[in-house]
Antibody
């Protein structure tokens, strides 16, 4: 079974940093795009970043570009999201998700990890 | 980016009755390859989203046949033929035709 397990969420002060991890199993990780999607409290889903299978292409949503860095280690089947200069509006559940195979979209989602930015 | 809208935003339904959710995109979702990458997601309270329908009308693995999708170009519909208690929660449409992939605002389905 496809599994995506996020970790690293925590409470931090504005301006602080966090590193999220997404451990994958049950599929060929090195063949898959990986996404981070976030959901603010009581809000909808917003794409944050994505990385290509070999890690050569990384895209970011405008509000996080320059502050967040996504990377991956195919040998460890893990993706990462390094978050710096955190702001209150970054408070959200962060989901790791897999780019779908056979069609364009997202198919499997992790359980999510909570990031709270507050003083 | 493509903007996705949904109606209604809230849908109280009676158990066993049908429910319908509409989704509209600000531009055509027909990809250059001829496919239309419109996905429906369901999110139960406290759970991550899961895929119900992809490419307008294809049910994802394990999804009951009471869920069906239809539509074309910019207008799409998710139908639930007989609502069950486990169907409560938020329903999102999502487009994968253009990057960035974008989501609708969500429709909350609750039992009357």
């Amino acid at each position: 079974d496809v599994q995506l397990v996020e970790s690293g969420g925590n409470s931090v002060q504005p301006g602080g940093s966090l590193r999220l991890s997404c451990a994958a199993s049950g599929f060929t990780f090195s063949n898959s795009w990986i996404y981070w999607v976030r959901q603010g409290p009581g809000k909808g889903l917003v794409w944050v970043s994505r990385i290509s299978p070999e890690g050569k292409v990384v895209n970011y949503e405008d509000s996080v570009r320059g502050r967040f860095t996504m990377s991956r280690d195919n040998a460890r089947t893990t993706a990462y999201l390094e978050m710096n200069s955190l702001r209150g509006e970054d408070t959200a559940i962060y989901y790791c998700a897999r780019g779908s195979h056979g069609w364009s979209g997202i198919d499997f989602w992790g359980q999510g990890t909570l990031v709270t930015v507050s003083s | 980016e493509i903007v996705m809208t949904q109606t209604p935003l809230s849908s109280p339904v009676t158990l066993g009755q049908a429910a319908s959710i509409s989704c509209r995109s600000s531009r055509t979702l027909v990809h250059n390859d001829g496919n239309t990458y419109l996905t429906w997601l369901h999110q139960r309270p406290g759970q991550p989203p899961r895929v119900l329908i992809y490419k307008i009308s294809n049910r994802f693995s394990g999804v009951p046949d009471r869920f069906s999708g239809s539509g074309a170009v910019t207008d799409f519909t998710l139908n639930i033929s007989r609502v069950e208690a486990e169907d409560v929660g938020l329903y999102y449409c999502m487009q994968g035709t253009e990057f960035p992939h974008t989501f609708g605002p969500g429709t909350r389905v609750e039992i009357k």
